[in-house]
C-alpha cells in the first residue's frame, strides 16, 4: 500500500516562510506526476504545484506567483517532495496534501484532485496577519 506523509506546517505571521516535506513509501524506478494541493475550510481542495519526475516538469497554479517552489528528491531511492513557501499570506491558510499516482506526465486535467490515486494526511499551514 502506497504510503505519504506530509510533514513541516506550522503557524507563521505573515511575510514568513516554510518547507513542507513528503516522505513517500514509492519507489524511483517509475515516473509519476506528484503535486501539493491545499484546502481552506469550506472551500473545494485546489491544485498548487505540480511535479514530473520523469523529466522534471513543474507547474503552478496562479496565485503562486513565484512565492512557492516545488521540488523532488529520489536519493534514497524512494520519492520525495518538498515545497518551499515564501512570503505567505494570511490566504495560504489551509490544509496542504500531498498527492502523487496523477495524470501522465502531468499533463491532461491535472489540477483537478481526482486525477491522482494516492494522497497523504494533510499538514496544516496557518498564517496570521
Known amino acids: 500500500q502506497v504510503q505519504l506523509v506530509e510533514s513541516g506546517g506550522g503557524s507563521v505571521q505573515a511575510g514568513g516562510s516554510l518547507r513542507l516535506t513528503c516522505r513517500t513509501s514509492?519507489?524511483?524506478?517509475?515516473?509519476?506526476?506528484m503535486a501539493w494541493f491545499r484546502q481552506a475550510p469550506g472551500n473545494q481542495r485546489e491544485s498548487v504545484a505540480h511535479?514530473?519526475?520523469?523529466?522534471?516538469?513543474?507547474?503552478?497554479a496562479g496565485f503562486v506567483k513565484d512565492r512557492f517552489a516545488i521540488s523532488y528528491d529520489d536519493s534514497n531511492g524512494k520519492k520525495a517532495i518538498y515545497l518551499q513557501m515564501n512570503n505567505l499570506e494570511p490566504e495560504d491558510t489551509a490544509m496542504y496534501y500531498c498527492?502523487?499516482?496523477?495524470?501522465?506526465?502531468?499533463?491532461?486535467?491535472?489540477?483537478?484532485?481526482?486525477?491522482?490515486?494516492?494522497w497523504g494526511q494533510g499538514t496544516q499551514v496557518t498564517v496570521s496577519s
Open positions: 498527492a502523487a499516482g496523477g495524470p501522465l506526465r502531468c499533463n491532461g486535467r491535472y489540477w483537478e484532485p481526482a486525477q491522482f490515486r494516492h
Open positions: 514509492m519507489s524511483s524506478v517509475s515516473s509519476d506526476c
Open positions: 511535479f514530473y519526475t520523469g523529466d522534471g516538469t513543474r507547474k503552478y
